[in-house]
């Protein structure tokens, strides 16, 4: 038989298992008696959130996460708490999360995590005199960078603008859920990665409610949110529908709740299997011993 219809025919045998393979939404949350975050998982269709496990250090702390993010390059699962960047082993097993600190970044910040390429992001929230700003993140030391100025500001004249929720990559756009002085409910916005500059995209609507979405993350093209909730109101995923021109980004609720409580951040996880690693090394072995062949 033709060695290409051999090697065709043992690539496809070996993508199958991955085939069923299917993107996780994860989310973080935070109790306030005791202070505990913890990672869950949410259905795509229903909302429903199912616990995976409480996040602690190998010294057995509970951690106070402010939000994550998924690196699908090196299949590693970034958080962040107040001033410090961690790495989080999402597959502990046993109801733990195991996080391991990999540094301080420098800066105070509240929320907002993603990673573009190779490149961690994050922001700070505005203050009374400033707007917040885009920073990245050192992988190994977790230093914070500084991205050009300021977020700047959009909405009245003279406002400042600053991360209030989550980060998320898509089709060359960062995005930012952000609130602005004075401003009531959360607004969507892009922001240059060059300048730090965030541009307004529109108001998040769900009817006449702005709910305060602290979670974003695309996923095969569809942007999804998640409203934090508090103690007595469970958090609520959402698909934001983002206009072709500024203005209204309509909020369309999925499913009751979350069933979770206090949710902060949404990344998306994408499994590599076994048998993704050895269809390269199986075709390269084919390839090569086919060459073989042909030289002697």
């Known amino acids: 038989m033709n060695k290409k219809i051999i090697s065709f025919m043992i690539g496809f045998l070996l993508l199958i298992p991955w085939l069923s393979y299917a993107n996780t939404l994860y989310m973080d949350t935070r109790s306030d008696s005791p202070i505990v975050s913890s990672l869950y998982t949410v259905d795509h269709s229903s909302g429903v959130a199912s616990k995976v496990g409480d996040i602690m250090t190998s010294n057995d702390s509970y951690l106070t996460i402010n939000d994550i993010a998924y690196d699908p390059g090196n299949q590693t699962m970034y958080a962040i708490t ?24 420098g800066i105070t910040v509240r929320q907002g995590l993603e990673v573009v390429g190779s490149t961690i992001y994050t922001g700070t929230s505005k203050t009374t005199l400033a707007s917040g700003a885009l920073y990245t993140l050192d992988p ?45 409910g959360t607004y969507l916005a892009t922001i240059d990665l060059d300048t730090g500059l965030a541009t307004e995209v529109g108001k998040i609507l769900a009817g006449s409610i702005s709910p305060t979405i602290d979670g974003i993350v695309f996923e095969n093209g569809v942007l999804y949110g998640v409203a934090q909730g508090n103690a007595n109101n469970p958090g609520t995923l959402y698909y934001l529908t983002i206009p072709d021109s500024p203005g209204e980004v309509i909020a369309t609720r999925i499913g009751t709740n979350t069933g979770a409580y206090a949710a902060w951040g949404l990344t998306t996880v994408v499994p590599l299997p076994p048998s993704a690693l050895l269809l390269g090394s199986g075709l390269l072995s084919l390839g090569l011993l086919g060459r073989r062949r042909i030289r002697g």
């Open 82 to 105: 107040i001033n410090r960047l961690w790495d989080l082993n999402y597959t502990s097993g046993n109801g733990i999360i195991t996080a391991t600190a990999l540094g301080e970044m």
């Open 140 to 184: 190994v030391t977790g230093t914070a960078t500084k991205v050009g100025s300021d977020f700047g500001d959009f909405g009245a004249a003279g406002t400042y603008v600053g991360l209030v929720g989550d980060l998320a990559y898509y089709n060359g756009k960062l995005y930012g859920t952000m609130r602005w002085s004075g401003s009531v």
